[in-house]
Nanobody, 124 residues
Framework: HVQLQASGGGLVQAGGSLRLSCAASGTIFSIDAMGWYRQAPGKARELVALMYSGGRTYYEDSVKGRFTISRDNAQNTVYLQMNSLKPEDTAVYFC??????????????????WGQGTQVTVSS
């Protein structure tokens, strides 16, 4: 059974840094993409950063140059280094794993998984 466990959120002053981690556990053959979404109060969930297994990355415009996503494919772990944090970065951050190939019974299935959210609060 595949699970994602996120950690690293917290309270930080504007201009500070935080590092989020998310580890996928269970029997996993491969993961196509791992990334981070966030949801602020009263707003829709949005994609923040994504990294494909081959190394290609995507960043939402407002975090370019401040956030860096990285992956340890061997450990099925994704990280998000967040620097120069702003109050508008305050949100619950969710990790996501797309197209995870894992055994289900005697077959191999491909599914997407979400981790639990971790709160990031940036004070002004």
């Amino acid at each position: 059974h595949v699970q994602l466990q996120a950690s690293g959120g917290g309270l930080v002053q504007a201009g500070g840094s935080l590092r989020l981690s998310c580890a996928a556990s269970g029997t996993i053959f491969s993961i196509d993409a791992m990334g981070w979404y966030r949801q602020a109060p009263g707003k829709a969930r949005e994609l923040v950063a994504l990294m494909y297994s081959g190394g290609r990355t995507y960043y939402e415009d407002s975090v370019k140059g401040r956030f860096t996503i990285s992956r340890d494919n061997a450990q099925n772990t994704v990280y998000l280094q967040m620097n120069s944090l702003k109050p508008e970065d305050t949100a619950v951050y969710f990790c996501n794993a797309e197209r995870v190939r894992a055994p289900v019974g005697d077959k191999v299935r491909e599914n997407d998984y979400w981790g639990q959210g971790t709160q990031v609060t940036v004070s002004s």
